[in-house]
């Protein structure tokens, strides 16, 4: 069988690295793949981008199934765009992934069916967005309205830097996102006290298959310091999601999602990843939804699942994962984001990486922002690559990572070097 993953990043390169070790697999195309599909002869990179030429080569190509990496593939309506053509995709329609296309959408849809998230409040207005926060006070969270690659939410500790984010993201717009009115808008949010954790699982539109359970680190520097980024790190499983909070999350959040979606005539299919805040009650509540794997949590959660994804996928695109039972390493998988300089504002590019390690059963890097110019590999992208690692502990797993990275050279590189620290801590 041949299989196309659509993407760029770390999260496609994962998935495709994963995808082609499935027995029936004969062929991985990644569209358009990065200097670390490249080099991988087990993969093909083609320069397709356009959502009617991708459908195209997978009729010319008899390509059996379609994975959708990014969630601005399937704002665009890629899923829809395939179905209509008969072929086999694994994503949610255009409709469905307003879920995470637009956080006024999801934070409506979780009110509506009474699914646990936090209080707010939606404006396009600067005026009345700044006396909202005025109201209620610091701390409290300014969300862009619309798909930010991960750089549109604002966790304000201060009043000043509520006002700041509204200016910055309302009333300048410099994020660019703007919605179905053709204005930008922001959600503003009660600030959640807890430990976040990222709870992914695979639908049939009825049938839910959890993954294991992972955690990513969001601000850019150790401690939890700096600037919000796409994520700098993440590992698996997640010691915060203990059963009890599994149980929940399955039975308050995801399962009257996938049923209030259905119950409004639109149907949910794909990756679901429901961002948690988890209290110190074991309560959780939903931060965010993405209709989509996370990036960096596909890379340590694929190195730790044994099951062909393939064979997984075809049983979702088949409205049967009631069948399905997932088998997982036990080990603890971890995954250390390496970035580039100036990232997540103005990343460097072009800059030359060296001192790559081998991979390995237990280690692997995967590349993001890579690309290969005359036979060099360069940095293309903020994230550069997550060096990922399997151990018998948190600890053992981040000793590796971090061992594995040494070596690793490229201008102006940033990296975090505390990556596991609430999983050791516990």
């Given amino acids: 069988m041949k299989v196309l993953v659509i993407g760029n990043g770390g999260r496609e390169h994962a998935l495709a690295w994963k995808l082609a070790q499935g027995e029936r697999v004969s062929q991985v195309y990644v569209a358009p793949g990065n200097g670390g599909t490249a080099r991988d002869s087990r993969l093909t990179n083609i320069a397709i981008t356009d959502v009617k030429a991708l459908a195209d080569f997978a009729i010319e190509q008899k390509v059996s199934l379609t994975v959708v990496g990014p969630e601005a593939y399937l704002a665009a309506g890629v899923v829809d765009e395939f179905r209509s053509r008969g072929l086999r995709i694994f994503g949610p329609t255009k409709a469905a992934a307003q879920l995470e296309s637009s956080k006024a959408f999801a934070k409506d849809f979780m009110k509506r069916h009474n699914i646990p998230t936090a209080a707010y409040e939606v404006f396009s207005d600067v005026a009345a967005a700044h006396a909202y926060v005025d109201a209620q006070g610091a701390p409290i969270v300014i969300k862009a309205d619309g798909l930010a690659a991960g750089k549109g939410v604002v966790v304000a500790m201060t009043l000043a830097e509520a006002h700041e984010a509204i200016d910055w993201i309302l009333e300048d717009n410099k994020l660019g996102v703007v919605h179905n009115e053709g204005v930008a808008r922001v959600v503003i949010e009660q600030f959640l006290q807890g430990e976040e954790a990222s709870f992914i699982v695979l639908c049939d539109g009825k049938n839910v298959v959890s993954l294991a359970t992972s955690q990513d680190h969001k601000r850019l520097k150790d401690g939890d310091e700096g600037p919000n980024t796409g994520g700098m790190g993440a590992y698996s499983p997640a010691p915060v999601v203990t059963p009890n909070v599994h149980a929940k999350a399955m039975h308050e959040i995801i399962m009257p999602t996938i049923q209030g979606m259905a119950r409004d005539g639109i149907p949910f299919t794909g990756f679901l990843y429901a961002g948690l805040m988890i209290d110190a009650q074991g309560q959780p509540h939903t931060v965010e ?138």
Wanted: proline residues 4%; aromatic residues 6%; hydrophobic residues 40%.
């Fill in 289 to 426: 939804f993405n209709t989509r794997m996370g990036d960096p949590e596909t890379q340590p959660i694929m190195m730790r699942l044994k099951s062909d994804l393939l064979e997984v996928l075809l049983h979702a695109t088949d409205g049967t994962l009631d069948q399905v039972e997932l088998q997982w390493d036990r080990r603890v998988a971890l995954g250390v984001v390496m970035a580039a300089g100036g990232y997540p504002l103005s990343p460097r590019k072009g800059d030359a990486i060296s001192g790559l390690p081998a991979d390995a059963e237990d280690h692997m890097v995967f590349h993001a922002g890579t690309a290969e110019v005359d036979g060099q590999l360069q940095t293309s992208g903020g994230r550069v690559l997550c060096v990922t690692a399997l151990g018998e502990s948190v600890r053992k797993a981040q000793a590796l990572a971090y061992e594995s990275l040494v070596n690793i050279q490229f201008e102006g590189k940033q990296y975090r070097q505390d990556i596991g620290h609430r999983a050791v801590k516990r």
